[in-house]
């Protein structure tokens, strides 16, 4: 493996390293283990906690998805590898 | 014009829509059958693969399962979901790359081994036949709800319509009919959740009207909800969990697990024109996914109150719930209550003999509750509602037009009827491309393989129909092993595929086996060996939920965690994959030298 697509495939896993850790934030995070705690603080009606597991986690993972795809196509043109 | 006639003109038109776009879609090449020939915009691949991934359980079960379970029931939301991140990210633009029709496929050659991708074939198969039992059943109930046929009856005619788009079009027909069944199934939730919103709240978006207040009051619709229910003995509606934190979590990863593996679902990104479209598909998919899922617990939250309210004055005037003349008269109960208690669905009886319907928790530990309930002469809960009804009866609870509720019944029906050929499509592309081309007849011509990919599509729709009108006793527990045998046997092999370079087809073999070989070992201990009743271990595992309290529909998460494990323990003792499969996975790696999908060995 040449060091081109060493650094592009490090960048890659970086990439979804900080995606993930998001992911596991919102949902497991917030919608789960934490949830009880932030239940105390009020979002208009809604508690907080309840918010994520029943709202605000799909929200978030749509925007995840999309800046993925727009953070992978700025990589792939860094590394010269992008599709014509 | 009556009821019935209007849902027979909704769900005539819609049927007409999708038989006039199979004749308008039919497939030409092996290309157009397994993949749609690669040229479906990211945009309306996403819609499809909502349609796909949205079933009859989805539209007709979620929101009465929220409504049950509250707070909980988050699990299937966040679930559900969630897997559409590690799909996107992990997995669906590297298999797009690969450029083959289906998951054995990329099994058998990037683990250089057709016994790899025979036991790839023999997991698809389970789970997805297992998966498609419960659509078939689904279409039934639906079709016998709706149109009032016998529930076999409605099994025949679904066959007879996806045989219509699914057999000439293969992916190309279901594509695009997805589309339009997406159209109809999204409107006929959302419409009602809007309708339901603003009499309650004053807003018309269902989102948002969960977190309002009522109308006319300045307490919150959450905050009503949870002291109504309460004060009735169930648990508050934003905090009861789902079993232990440990089980909610441990479930909530399986099923995103299980998502991201499910071929039927993997397979819809096969259709897309290039690698990046794959990556953006993936969001649209979860756009359009959500926009149903999001609505669903305001669903779930607002026809629970309105059912409290409506068998309890006392709930929206306020006053003393346990009052004798707050509980409704049963005579006077409303029409849609009559109408559902002759399916079943909803039955009353009149246990005190008062001659009116009381509806609470009678089994609740609240000593207060308890005491207030006999004090009142109440003798135990006496309405049972269906989780189905939620949905169902959505529109007519609210007192909606005719017209929505048979824009509700032509949803239903849209929803089971493209999941049931999403999963066919899965199912017959791994017997005619992975048994008939892989194993058996490496030579056929690609007409020959067109035709026997239309020959088991059909055979396909034959054996879910005749397992639709016959389910062997299990029907109830098999999405959650579908759910279980993706999570714990295809999810972590191809992503090991993928993401580890070293990972050899001695390592992945041991990995699938003993993934799947744990999952169904502890959901065979609670249900029986292939659901066969009697044939439960549960003393030999020591007891029901005996492994850290996990239930068995959510144990695919430690499934794929033993997958793993096996996987690398066998890798680090067995010898290194060859180097031209070295290069492979980094010529899948990255997005250059992308071509159409074409399925040639």
């Given amino acids: 493996m040449d060091d081109a697509s060493k650094g592009y495939w490090s960048a ?45 986690s799909m929200y978030i993972f749509i925007a995840l998805i999309f800046y993925y795809a727009k953070a992978m196509g700025d990589i792939d043109r860094r590394f010269d590898v992008h599709e014509d | 014009m009556d009821l019935q006639t209007t849902i027979y ?19 030409g090449s092996t290309s157009e059958f397994y993949a749609a020939g690669g040229s ?84 698809l198969l389970t789970a997805s036949l297992t998966y498609i039992i419960g659509q078939m059943t689904g279409v039934g109930v639906a079709f016998s709800r709706f149109l009032g046929v016998s529930s076999d009856m409605g099994i025949y005619i679904g066959m007879a319509i996806v045989f219509a788009y699914a057999v000439f079009g293969g992916m190309k027909g279901i ?118 899922y999001t609505t669903a617990p305001a669903v779930a939250a607002m026809a629970k109150l309105n059912l409290h309210s409506t068998v309890n004055t006392a709930v929206m005037k306020g006053g003393d719930l346990f009052a004798a003349e707050s509980s409704i008269k049963a005579e006077g109960r409303p029409d849609w209550m009559k109408r559902w208690e002759k399916t079943g669905l909803l039955k009353f009886e009149d246990k005190n003999g008062d001659g009116r319907i009381q509806y609470y928790n009678d089994k609740t530990k609240n000593a207060d509750v308890k005491a207030k309930a006999d004090a009142a002469g109440w ?57 008939v081309k892989g194993v058996f007849n490496p030579d056929i011509s690609e007409k020959n393989e067109l035709l ?45 595929g993928i993401f580890s370079k070293k990972m050899n087809k001695e390592g992945a073999m041991a990995g699938m086996l003993a993934g799947l070989f744990v999952t169904l070992f502890y959901v065979f201990a609670h249900k029986g060996i292939f659901f066969i009743k009697g044939t439960d271990f549960l003393p030999l595992i020591g007891g029901a939920n005996s492994f850290f309290g996990i239930t068995p529909e959510a144990f695919g998460a ?4 033993v997958n793993f494990i096996v996987a690398f323990a066998v890798d680090k003792v067995t010898k290194e994959p060859p ?23």
């Avoid at chain 2, 055979?459 to 098999?478: D, M, R, S």
């Avoid at chain 2, 031209?580 to 790696?589: F, G, K, L, S, T």
Wanted: charged residues 5%.
């Fill in chain 2, 558 to 561: 430690v499934g794929a965690l």
């Fill in chain 2, 379 to 435: 003798k135990g809960n006496e309405l049972t509602v269906n989780a189905d009804i939620i949905v169902l009866a959505n529109p007519e609870i609210a007192l909606l037009p005719n017209w929505v509720i048979a824009l509700v019944a032509a949803g239903g029906l849209a929803a089971a009827l493209s999941t049931a050929a999403g999963l066919l499509m899965a199912i017959s592309a791994a017997v005619s491309h992975d048994l």
């Fill in chain 2, 40 to 123: 479906v915009p990211p945009v309306m691949n996403g819609m499809a693969t909502a349609a796909d991934w949205m079933s009859a359980a989805s539209f007709i079960s979620m929101a009465g399962l929220i409504a049950n379970m509250g707070y909980g029931g988050g699990l299937f939301l966040m679930g559900w979901t969630g897997g559409y991140v590690l799909l996107a990210m992990l997995l669906a633009p590297y298999l797009r790359k690969f450029g083959k029709f289906t998951v054995p496929q990329f099994i058998g050659d990037r683990f250089y081994s057709q016994h790899a991708s025979t036991v790839a074939v023999v997991c």
């Fill in chain 2, 9 to 27: 003109l909704f769900v005539g038109a819609s049927f007409a829509l999708y038989i006039g776009i199979a004749i308008w879609a039919r497939a």
């Fill in chain 1, 12 to 56: 890659t896993l970086g990439l979804l390293g900080k995606i993930l850790v998001v992911w596991f934030l919102v949902s497991f995070g917030a919608g789960i283990l934490f949830a009880e705690q932030l239940n105390g603080i009020k979002l208009g009606g809604y508690p907080l906690g309840f918010w994520f597991a029943h709202q605000g």
């Fill in chain 2, 452 to 496: 026997a990919g239309k020959i088991s599509m059909a055979v396909a729709i034959v054996v879910a129909g005749y397992l639709g009108l016959n389910p062997p006793g299990f029907a109830a527990g098999t999405v959650a092993l579908a759910f279980g045998i993706a999570a714990s046997s295809l999810f972590p092999a191809i992503m090991m």
């Fill in chain 2, 175 to 292: 594509t695009y009919t997805q589309v339009a069944q997406y159209c109809v199934l999204i409107a006929a939730y959302i419409i009602p959740a809007i309708f339901i919103s603003l009499q309650l709240t004053g807003n018309p978006i269902p989102q948002l009207g969960l977190g309002s207040t009522m109308s006319g009051s300045d307490i919150s619709l959450l905050a009503k909800l949870d002291q109504v229910v309460v004060d009735l003995g169930f648990g508050k509606y934003t905090t009861t969990t789902a079993g232990s934190t440990l089980n909610m979590f441990v479930y909530t990863m399986s099923l995103m697990i299980g998502t991201a593996g499910l071929p039927h679902v993997i397979m819809r990104f096969f259709t897309v024109p290039s690698v990046a479209a794959a990556r953006s598909s993936a969001g649209w998919a979860l756009v359009f996914i959500a926009a149903l």
């Fill in chain 2, 579 to 601: 180097e031209h499969i070295q290069h492979m996975v980094e010529a899948v790696r990255i997005p250059r030298g992308s071509k159409l999908v074409d399925g040639a060995h």
